[in-house]
Structures are given as C-alpha cells and as structure tokens.
C-alpha cells in the first residue's frame, strides 16, 4: 500500500532553515515526478516544488525559488525539501507528492496527485 510520511518540520525563526523529508513506502519512486505543496491557514492550497525522474529537472514557485531546494534519493525512496531563509509567511502544513496520473512539472501540484498527511512548519520570532 502506498504511504508518504512527512517529517522535519517545527519552529523556526525568520532566516532560519528546515529540511523536509518525505519517506515513501509500497512504491518505488524511481519512475515518478515528485513534489510538495503547502497549504496555510485559510489559503488555498499552493504548489512549492516539483522533480522529475532521476532528478534532472527541478521547478519551483516564484515565492520560493533560490530559498528551497527539492531533491531525491530513490536509493532510500525518499525525497526532501531544503528550506533556507524561512520567512513568517512561509509558514504552512507542507505536504509531499507523487504523480500517479501525470508525468510533468507544468503544475506543480494537482488533485490527481498522491500526498500524505503533512508536516507543520512555523516561522515565527
């Protein structure tokens, strides 16, 4: 059964950093765009980054591009999100994802993905 666990997020402060992790189990990532969204506090829901297969290509939002950072190992069959400069308004629940229905970074999220339960990232002082 496939399940995507998110961890590393907390409390940080405003310039500080997190790293994301996404542990991917009853599915093997190697064939997969992967990605993460986050999704605040009465906001919608709002893609961060996306990475195709092998890694060979990255694309993020531009609120986030040169901050984050998304990378892969399928070896491990996890894939993390790098976050430096952490902003307030950053702070969201961050989710991973996989596509199951698509193969591309032209969205960088969309409802035909597959994501967990979300991990809580706080930017505050």
Do not use: H
């Not at 906001?43 to 998304?70: H, L, M, W």
């Not at 069959?77 to 991973?96: G, I």
């Amino acid at each position: 059964q496939l399940q995507l666990v998110e961890s590393g997020g907390g409390l940080v402060q405003p310039g500080g950093s997190l790293r994301l992790s996404c542990a991917v189990s009853g599915f093997p990532l190697d064939d997969y765009f992967l990605g993460w969204f986050r999704q605040a506090p009465g906001k919608g829901r709002e893609g961060v980054a996306c990475i195709s297969r092998r890694g060979s290509d990255t694309k993020y939002a531009d609120f986030v591009t040169g901050r984050f950072t998304i990378s892969r190992d399928d070896a491990k069959n996890t894939f993390y999100l790098q976050m430096k400069s952490l902003k307030p308004e950053d702070a969201a629940l961050y989710y991973c994802t996989i596509q199951l229905a698509r193969s591309d970074c032209d969205r960088l999220w969309s409802q035909d993905d597959y994501w967990g339960k979300g991990t809580q990232v706080a930017v505050s002082s």
